[in-house]
Nanobody, 119 residues
Framework: QVQLVESGGGSVQAGGSLRLSCAAS????????MAWFRQAPAKEREFVAA????????YYADSVQGRITISRDNAKNTVYLQMDSLKPEDTAVYYC????????????WGQGTQVTVSS
């Protein structure tokens, strides 16, 4: 059974930082593209970032480029999202996702972790 478990969410003031983690189990982690999505209240879920199987390639939404960094540790079956210079508009539930290819439909999803940025 595949499980993706996010952690690291919380409340932070604008300009602050958070580091999200997603621990994967039940799959051959290094064979999966990993991604982060987010969904703000009353908005559609949107892509944030993705990372290739080896970590050699990364992809970002324009809205987070330069402020957010995705990384992975295949030895720990974990993907990370380092978020700096956070803005109130980054407030959302952040989801981890896994797929053998880079979307657009991801096969496995975590339950999400709340990130709240106050001004």
């Amino acid at each position: 059974q595949v499980q993706l478990v996010e952690s690291g969410g919380g409340s932070v003031q604008a300009g602050g930082s958070l580091r999200l983690s997603c621990a994967a189990s039940g799959l051959h982690f290094s064979s999966y593209v990993m991604a982060w999505f987010r969904q703000a209240p009353a908005k559609e879920r949107e892509f944030v970032a993705a990372i290739s199987w080896s970590g050699g390639s990364t992809y970002y939404a324009d809205s987070v480029q330069g402020r957010i960094t995705i990384s992975r540790d295949n030895a720990k079956n974990t993907v990370y999202l380092q978020m700096d210079s956070l803005k109130p508009e980054d407030t959302a539930v952040y989801y981890c996702a896994a797929d053998p290819n880079r979307g657009p439909l991801y096969k496995y999803w975590g339950q999400g972790t709340q990130v709240t940025v106050s001004s």
